[in-house]
């Protein structure tokens, strides 16, 4: 199985910033795309970002030009730096990749999620 542990979370003013982590563990062959979804209550799960393994990035319009997502394939992270909250960015934050365990197992993996709580 692959593991992904969420950090990073927290309280945070309007306009402050944050930045989560997400690390993969377990049984790993490649890493493909990873990415951060959010979830506010009483709404659906939406996209944040994403990234390739080429670095190819994909973003909300919600949050562009505010947040910028990153990894290191080295250490099997991925990063998501967020500027100048709003309280409209408060949610459950969760980490997301797709991996192969082998050459001919590839499937869709989850974090179990970190809050983040914009408020003044």
């Known amino acids: 199985q692959v593991q992904l542990v969420e950090s990073g979370g927290g309280l945070v003013q309007p306009g402050g910033s944050l930045r989560l982590s997400c690390e993969a563990s377990?049984?790993?062959?490649?890493?493909?795309?990873m990415g951060w979804y959010r979830q506010a209550p009483g709404k659906q799960r939406e996209l944040v970002a994403t990234?390739?393994?080429?670095?190819?990035?994909n973003y909300a319009d919600s949050v562009k030009g505010r947040f910028t997502i990153s990894r290191d394939n080295a250490k099997n992270t991925v990063y998501l730096q967020m500027t100048t909250l709003k309280p409209e960015d408060t949610a459950v934050y969760y980490c997301?990749?797709?991996?192969?365990?082998?050459?001919?197992?590839?499937?869709?993996?989850w974090g179990q999620g970190t809050q983040v709580t914009v408020s003044s």
């Open positions: 997301y990749c797709n991996a192969d365990r082998t050459r001919y197992i590839r499937g869709d993996y």
């Open positions: 990234i390739t393994n080429s670095d190819r990035t």
């Open positions: 377990g049984s790993i062959f490649s890493i493909n795309t």
